[in-house]
């Protein structure tokens, strides 16, 4: 106590140490897959959950991909990352769960040609409900968990409601995604770098549904000034009508391209919303992720929606002072349907 109040930045610092390192318990599901490969040397690393901070990795996939994720255990041990100081590779949601201060949950089951979003929605349900409830009996009570496996926004919802011992607060689904991609639209659009282009918002559902929202949105300009998109695009029909439907359609474009759903990129956003989760957002910014709804923007409450927020002390916050028109408010309006839809079908199975 003394060292406090003599030296309270001292005692701060020294605190912070210890809390660093002590070693946090990282489970990321699907970690046999495509995006876990891009996602895991990410957090080995120290990118996501701090440079210093020590780690120990449960991997979680089904039986059939063990052989797999045997080879991705050679791989991380033979990079030597020095945070890490254990692997726990399973197919067992015990062990795969318990005591695990984060959790990326990448692993459902993939859309298949000809499935209908009501058939994806059967067939992850049921995993969802299993991993939610091992969360809840396993997991360190202040776990913070990411779905990333779509339809993520409602795989959230299932999974956290499914955990009543831990808040709703704790759960979260990834559009970071939409967000990056957001921005590099106006970024490109504007002949600028992503770095300059701040305040982009999304609204709603991980799907075709989203609403990308660039009504606070600002470009930093060569020379310094900082200018709305509004202004800097100067094209209300593109920012309306082309940038939606592009950031809307990415993931179908890149599967189009490149014969399989993005991969490197989904990794990037999840490591980014983990960060932004453990480490807080910068003074002045806002990230946007989905998250359970209290009633914000008049949206409907118990639904897994994405909102532009802050995050302190692994808390977030809905930011306040967006003014929509009606064409965003309409758009709003029907990915919130969707959501809604999708909860009702989700509680059926």
Partial sequence: LSLFFSFPHLFQQRLRSTIMSSVLRVCVSGAAGQIAYSLLPMIANGSVFGADQKLALHLLDITPAMGALGGVVMELNDSAYPLVQEIIPTDDLKTAFSGVHAVILLGGFPRRKGMLRSDLLAKNSPIFVGQGKAINDYADKDVRVLVVANPANTNCLVAAQNAPDLPKSSFSALTRLDLHRARHQIAARVGTTVANVNGVAIWGNHSKTMVPDVSLATVTLDDGKEQSVADAVNDKEWLQGEFVSTVQQRGAAV??????????????????????????????????MGVWSKGDYGVAKDIVFSFPVTIKDKEWKVVEGFSHDDFTKAAIAATEKELLEEKAEALKQ
């Fill in 255 to 288: 599967i189009a391209a490149r014969g399989n759903s993005s991969a490197t990129s989904a990794a990037r956003a999840a490591a980014e919303h983990m960060r932004n989760v453990f480490q807080g957002t910068a003074e002045g910014e806002h990230v946007s």
